[in-house]
């Protein structure tokens, strides 16, 4: 009761303690462990505008932040060679850390990104629906931080973990009928997670078979005062970025989707067969939306679920840690589990998360040694699983008489 009375003097307290201890083991770690950095680029745009008035396109730029990864004896992305790739409102967000030491900067963005983490396990967990014990989600969000990807992620400084943590807030925002806060979030989310655009046109309609059109009001309002903005402050960045585009990108080459990965597996017929699996994906989706605003909220959060699978079949870089993506799809197989057998399911969902975290680690050829690319098995086979799962739940999680009253039951 004592603990309960205090919570809001001592949770803060802890938050902070663990927000410092991250801080500090990550300026040890960033000694110790090369990899590519996704942060410097970033973290020097904004800094080389603020200080020299420097483009964040401009070669100028780019040297400056080539310079900055060799004194710190980083790696450049394979992709972006130094090149600032992202649209010109990014240096916004990346302005108030520009005036920390990069050092110190990149080990709070790594902070930051485990936090991310650990917060999407969380946002998987209730956007699922799976009912759990507090100690029950803490043990997840604290395992899931330490499976592979997520390691990867954020020794790498990696974009990917915060911007998913907040397209999966958004989600939650926008079911509550916050739309104004969830297209905020979702105006910068699009960009460094693109395939957040298929959650955009989903809660689209699901918000506007409700006449709700908070969403799309704010994302019209922000884009147009983002772009009106930059074009003020970064004259003629629409032609420099696409020129960056172009020049480290001529042709799609760079393209290498979850799908793709899987169409390898038919050298004979890859083309085709790759195109066929993008197409079949895009239909599904277009066939689940269909009457979405007709849908129960069972019919709904199923739907959703199966948007967050399909979508990530279309990761443009096949990068594992968009992998978070799909958590609460994960976590609604094992809901609808505990729904028919709750002692099943629980044990299952026990042996299914561990599973993976250790399998993340073992597929890995010596991860400590440069930290190589997650295993196919990971990004694809259990996505792949996942996708199965909710097909086979279907009829239960939408039509069934039976799962619509252990649900309410249930609080589910």
């Not at 902070?16 to 040890?28: A, H, K, Q």
């Not at 108030?96 to 991310?116: C, D």
């Not at 079911?175 to 699009?190: E, T, V, Y």
């Amino acid at each position: 009761m004592y603990f309960k009375k205090t919570a809001n003097i001592w949770i803060p307290i802890i938050v902070i303690i663990v927000m410092v201890g991250l801080t500090m083991l990550n300026l040890e770690l960033d000694k110790q462990v090369v990899l590519e950095d996704q942060f410097a680029i970033r973290w020097n745009a904004a800094r080389s505008w603020m200080k020299e008035g420097w483009s964040p396109y401009s070669e100028e730029t780019r040297q400056a932040a080539l310079d900055l990864l060799e004194v710190n004896k980083d790696l450049p992305n394979e992709r972006e060679q130094g090149y600032f790739l992202d649209p010109a409102w990014f240096v916004y967000l990346f302005i108030p850390i520009s005036f920390v030491p990069y050092s110190i900067a990149k080990a709070i963005w790594m902070m930051l990104t485990q936090l991310s983490i650990a917060v999407s396990f969380l946002l998987g967990v209730r956007l699922s629906g799976l009912k759990l014990k507090g100690i029950e989600v803490f043990l997840i969000c604290f395992l899931g931080a330490l499976f592979y990807p997520a390691v990867r992620a954020s020794l790498g400084a990696s974009m990917q973990p915060i911007f998913v943590m907040l397209t999966l807030l958004a989600i939650q925002l926008a079911l509550k009928g916050q739309g104004n806060q969830a297209g905020l979030l979702l105006l910068f989310a699009i960009w460094i997670n693109p395939v957040a655009i298929f959650v955009v046109v989903f809660l689209l309609i699901y918000l506007g078979s409700r006449r709700d059109n908070s969403l799309a009001r704010i994302l019209l309002i922000g884009f147009a005062f983002l772009l009106v903005t930059t074009l003020i402050l970064f004259p003629n960045w629409i032609q420099q970025w696409f020129a960056s585009l172009i020049r480290l990108d001529p042709g799609l080459d760079w393209l290498d989707t979850p799908l793709m990965g899987l169409a390898r597996a038919f050298p004979g017929a890859y083309l085709q067969v790759a195109i066929a699996l993008h197409l079949l994906s895009f239909i599904v989706l277009l066939v689940e939306w269909y009457g979405l605003g007709g849908r129960g909220e069972r019919g709904m959060q199923w739907k959703l679920m199966l948007t967050l699978i399909v979508s990530y079949f279309f990761n443009l870089y096949s990068d594992g840690a968009i992998i978070l993506f799909i958590l609460p799809a994960f976590f609604s197989i094992f809901k609808y589990l505990g729904e028919k057998w709750p002692v099943s399911g629980k044990i299952l969902l026990w042996i299914s998360f561990i599973a993976i975290g250790i399998l993340s680690w073992q597929t890995v050829p010596d991860p400590f040694n440069g930290f190589p690319k997650e295993h196919a098995a990971i990004f694809l086979l259990v996505p792949i699983t996942v996708f199965l799962g909710l097909q086979y739940f279907r009829w239960w999680a939408i039509a069934s008489p039976k799962a619509l009253v252990e649900s309410k039951n249930n609080n589910y």
